[in-house]
């Protein structure tokens, strides 16, 4: 029940401040639009190198976005009030990570077909790709609530949270990105798949309590 | 057993205990990494495909092992930090992060150089090397979190809890970019391909192993001894060892 109720605040609070719903969205599709300024507007190449393309801008849109998961709650002391409750803390974190994913990594999810058709990939590439952030996202999303507890309250956080998570990412980007580029080439798919799911069960297992320690750490409790 | 682990591990005991350690460590260091570059540079035969060059393996190797041993070394501190609040943990963790670090750059550097001569690059995406660049971005992470947070135990308390999550990582990075990589290319020239060394090349590497861990133990007993005074300056035992 209590975990249900955070779920349900954090969901709320998270509609009421819409403007701010949008913003790793935007940031997502403007990232993902720079690489063929840079890279020049060849259709060919796009198709090759726009799976990494998204899955390198998915990665930083949850990075940005992490460094509100904890903060609002941790000005006002309900972050406190969390962790002084009867129920476990890590339970309780998890609902606010599945929150978290909820409002970043779905409306992430849902712009990336639009943002396939820009790069020119296959509809087979889309939707592996699709499948792979589907399954990437929460994963990004856990281990990132890791780095954000332990950067709360610290100034600067937000550029420290990225120097710890990105090699902790890399291995989401290597199955999500892999998964794509084995799709092109005609080879089994499922492989990576197991793993990004592998990962993912992982991460849900174990994340939580690292992350509601990391808190106490940062709390001082 | 814990009784005499805490009045083992308690800082001034520590403290006096380690500083008639280091002179010691220092000279085996010293000893093992003089006799270990002579057997490696002069005495040990020349490789008969890749010349003289092949003596980079000297350094190269043992601060790959130590790159990896100290990460270890790190969440082992950590975790003991985490579980019993052993203050000497927490310390040893914090002093071990720039050691290790320095030695992954060298394990990288050296493999840089290494490469340009037999590779004809400095750098490939090798599922080796690209798991060590990795494993150098978490040392600075480390680092970077012990920097931003002043008050020490907490620090402590933050860095043993990024050490542990490193930890269960590093498996998962190791064999990811191994996958990765495998997919892309063959398998880069390694050199365990040669299976088996003759012992003449095997002697002067175990040594400088050697000899790399022991000047770990020292270098690292060094920083824990000025960190333990920079924390405890305000106790009593500190100012009457300084004033000694």
Known sequence: MAWWAVLRRDLLLSVRRLGELGNPVVFFAAVVSLFPLALGADAALLRSVGPGIVWVGALLATLLSLEGLFRADFEDGSLEQLLLSPHPASVLVSAKILAHWLVTGVPLLLITPLLGVLLNLSPLAQGVLFGGLLLGTPTLSLLGSVAVALTLGLPRGGLLISVLLLPLFAPVLVFGAGAVGSALLEMPVLPYFY?????LALAVTVVPLATAAALRASLGS | MIAFFSRWASLPAFYRRSGRWIPWLWAAAAGLLVVGTVGGLVLAPVDYQQGEAYRILFVHVPSAWMAMFVYMFMAGASASAFIWHVKLAEILARVSAPLGAAFTALALATGSLWG??????WWVWDARLTSVLLLFFLYLGFMALQAAIEDRRRAARAGAVLALVGVVNIPIIHY?????????????VSKFDNPSMTWDMLWPLLTMALGFMVYFAAAVLVRARS?????????????DEVAR
């Open chain 2, 176 to 188: 990811s970019v191994e996958w990765w990589n495998t997919l892309h290319q063959g398998a880069t």
């Open chain 2, 227 to 239: 960190e333990i005074l920079e924390r405890e300056r305000h106790r009593r035992w500190v100012i």
């Open chain 1, 195 to 199: 793993m990004l799911g592998a990962e």
């Open chain 2, 116 to 121: 340009a001569r037999m590779w004809n690059t």
